[in-house]
């Protein structure tokens, strides 16, 4: 395998989730619970994974000075969904739309870092996540969480990457997300959610390209300029598949995890490259 070959699956749909933790977990949880609805605890379903599936579109820029180094941005939307990794999950849709961005180098995967990026998590009753309703259906329902993205790692040996980002305090609306006694997780200071993903290629469908590569990233080139989009080693569509799981993480003690005072909540994404 090539180190240009690990370096993209490296950066594979960056995001995703939905979702994933910042540091290793003092305690698991492994049961937890959510409400699609929003109503509360008592509509609320105990499980132990949550599918998720997305789409995404990844920019590489090399670097003018070193063109060994690159920085990348990645812009894409997930739906949670069932076991079979297509129908949607619960009453409600539960969708997010995320960017990631970071550096690296093409000589060395094991450098790919990330640095910034927002990870937005919906409520739709809609269900038309991959429309043209908002941004691939993703952003168009109610707002639930919202992350900021503070670092990332990636593992060249197995091909999974790690992305850290913590909820903006107070934008995590009660009646959704709850431990397995019932506690609604927005009362908690710090929750874990781990995700682990797998991820392709994709086509570049008419529809993927206009809401995810024009409307969302705003990309002006082929594909938005009335020519065709054609991926490459700096531009590719991917599709991403795997599942999510949730841990409350205890405060750490004063002078502990610089990431505490990012915000209430800690997410680390994990993922395999196809190889």
Request: a negative charge; proline letters at 5%.
């Amino acid at each position: 395998m090539s180190t240009m070959k690990t370096a993209r699956q490296a950066l594979f749909g960056l995001a995703a989730l939905a979702l994933t933790a910042i540091a290793p977990v003092a305690q698991a949880a492994p049961v937890w619970m959510v409400n699609p609805e929003g109503t509360g605890a008592a509509g609320a379903s105990a499980l132990q994974t949550l599918g998720v599936a997305g789409v995404g579109f990844v920019q590489l820029t090399p670097d003018a000075a070193n063109p060994a180094n690159f920085t990348f941005v990645e812009y894409g939307a997930y739906r949670a969904v069932k076991g079979d990794g297509t129908t949607p999950y619960g009453s409600n849709d539960l969708t997010i739309r995320y960017t990631v961005s970071g550096s690296g180098s093409f000589l060395n995967p094991a450098s790919i870092g990330f640095s910034s990026g927002s990870v937005e998590i919906y409520s739709d009753a809609a269900f038309d996540y991959g429309t043209s309703n908002g941004t691939y259906g993703a952003d168009n329902g109610t707002l639930i969480a919202k992350l900021s993205v503070v670092g990332g790692n990636t593992d060249t040996t197995t091909g999974a990457v790690t992305i850290s980002a913590g909820v903006i305090p107070g934008s995590m609306l009660a009646g959704y997300f709850f431990d397995a006694a019932g506690n609604d997780l927005a009362g908690f200071a710090r929750v874990l959610f781990s995700m682990n993903l797998r991820n392709q290629f994709a086509a570049p469908e008419p529809l993927l390209v206009s809401e995810i590569v024009c409307e969302m990233a705003g990309h002006t080139g082929a594909g938005c300029d009335g020519t065709p989009f054609l991926p490459t080693q700096f531009a590719f569509l991917v599709r991403d598949s795997g599942f999510a799981t949730v841990q409350v993480v205890p405060e750490p003690p004063a002078g502990g995890l610089a990431l505490a005072a990012v915000g209430l909540l800690g997410f680390t994404l994990r993922r395999r490259g196809k190889r």
